[in-house]
């Protein structure tokens, strides 16, 4: 018989990534625009990003990510039943970048869509599917974050376009029973925002419905840092309450990669010790939705994380939104 308090949890069976080929360093960017090693470095903590080959779509960069995630995870594509892919720079404007993963993978059951909440879209992906999951509707979720924003880049724009890079990460969830604790395995909590009266820090100058074409990245660095910090430990403290757990308990921070100083400044706010963030922005530069996946599939690989440890992920962007998760992994 059931335990009368039993319930379902999104289990991780496993986390994968892809990078595309061609690493662009900061020496490298020195010789396309007015900037610095020295600069990016200081300013941002990057020292290099991938760039994707001509014709390498987002899909392309996410099933292989999907694929090295089921692989993590020992189980088959068909196993699948929903896929949610974030990204704001899908192939085309619709059909969405997740209906080509699924068929990329040979799926042909289930229900695949991408969210739309640029670098926070990782986070709103675990948070979906974790609803989706955890009500019983579906069995198996493949969340992946994925993009190409050399495409949405300015590259005659110094302040940006030596912040961003492209890449994907993929995580599998599954539906388990659980008894409920915050020891139990799984997503333990999640918690999202948004408040779109930020637009104009954060935007993209095109589009389907205003210009008809892409568009370019357009920030205002100082603006998105001023907000950041806040509101990223906002969103934690919410899951540290939902729980019954403090920063004391956690074995790793793994953040949205956009800027050392933006992470050292959040783990520092809520008393995080140091040695438990896991930081690859050096490596990868902002890939937005694709940093948290990214993060986790180079921790998990490394050894550092590991099942039962308490993992914390949050990300803010453009919108803006912000969201946490807390996971025992
Ligand atoms: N190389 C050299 N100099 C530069 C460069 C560059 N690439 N870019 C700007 N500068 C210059 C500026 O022109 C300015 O010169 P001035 O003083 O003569 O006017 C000077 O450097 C300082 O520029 P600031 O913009 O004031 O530099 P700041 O210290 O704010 O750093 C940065 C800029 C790194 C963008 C910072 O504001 C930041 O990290 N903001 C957060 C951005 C972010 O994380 N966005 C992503 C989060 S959301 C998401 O992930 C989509």
Redesign the pocket.
């Known amino acids: 018989m059931a335990h009368a308090t039993e319930t379902l949890r999104s289990v991780v069976l496993g986390v994968g990534s892809y990078l595309p080929q061609r690493c662009l360093s900061n020496a490298d960017l020195e010789k396309m ?4 090693d020295e ?2 470095l200081k ?2 903590g990057i020292r290099q990003r991938y760039i994707a080959a001509e014709g390498e779509m987002t899909s392309m960069l996410a099933t292989k990510a999907a694929e090295d995630a089921l692989k993590a995870a020992n189980i088959s594509a068909q196993d699948i039943d929903l896929i949610i892919v974030a990204t704001a720079t899908p192939d085309y404007t619709f059909p969405s970048t997740a209906t080509q993963v699924q068929a990329a993978l040979g799926i042909t059951h289930g229900v695949a869509f991408d969210v739309a909440a ?2 926070s879209g990782f986070v709103f992906g675990v948070a979906t599917a974790d609803k989706f999951l955890t009500s019983g509707s579906h069995k198996r979720a493949l969340v992946i974050g994925a993009e190409t924003f050399s495409r949405i880049l300015d590259w005659n724009d ?2 940006t376009c ?2 961003f890079g492209d890449g994907a990460g993929a995580m599998v969830l599954e539906a388990r029973k659980s008894e409920g604790s915050v020891a139990d395995r799984g997503v333990l909590t999640t918690h999202l925002r948004s408040d779109g009266r930020h637009r104009e820090k ?1 935007y993209v100058d095109g589009g389907p419905s205003t210009t008809g074409k892409a568009g370019h990245l357009r ?1 205002m ?2 603006e ?2 001023r907000h ?1 910090v806040g509101m990223v430990t906002d969103v934690m403290t919410d899951a540290f309450a939902a729980t019954g757990t403090t920063a004391a308990d956690l074995d790793w921070f793994v953040p ?1 990669q ?2 050392e ?2 992470i050292d400044a959040s783990a520092d706010k809520l008393g995080i010790d140091m040695a438990k963030i896991v930081k690859t922005v050096s490596l990868h530069g ?1 890939t ?1 939705a694709a940093s948290i996946p990214l993060a986790l599939a180079t921790a998990v690989k490394d050894g550092r994380i590991k099942p039962g440890q308490l993992v914390m992920i949050e990300a ?3 919108g803006f939104t912000w969201g946490s998760a807390l996971i025992r992994w």
Do not use: E, P
Not at 33 to 36: A, E, L, Q, S
């Open positions: 625009v007015d900037t610095t600069w990016i300013r941002t640029v670098c110094r302040t030596v912040l954060l920030m660095g100082k998105v840092f950041a949205h956009a800027n100083r933006i902002n937005s803010m962007g453009g």
